[in-house]
């Protein structure tokens, strides 16, 4: 219905999440690049809640612009 408006939305999301244009991606590669070399784990800690945002992300996206999935309906094994 809005396809300039969820366009416009997209781009933001992506530049929050860290797209690799933006100044963001920039600040996780630096605090990236720097909790490595004190603790591993922290690092792979803080890798997974980039990932985790950017997919939350891409579900705020998809549930605004496209809405509910359609429900599906299951047949049981009869047939009926």
């Known amino acids: 219905a809005h396809p300039l408006m969820a366009n416009l939305f997209l781009i933001c999301f992506m530049i929050a999440a860290g797209m690799p244009v933006s100044t963001a991606f920039l600040g996780?590669?630096?605090?990236?690049?720097d909790v490595i070399s004190h603790s591993h784990?922290?690092?792979?800690?803080?890798?997974?809640s980039l990932m985790v945002n950017g997919l939350v992300f891409v579900?705020?996206?998809t549930r605004l612009f496209m809405g509910l999935a359609p429900a599906v309906k299951v047949?049981?094994?009869s047939g009926l």
């Open 28 to 33: 996780e590669d630096v605090i990236i690049g």
């Open 59 to 61: 579900k705020i996206y």
């Open 75 to 77: 047949r049981n094994s």
């Open 41 to 48: 784990l922290m690092a792979a800690m803080i890798a997974f």
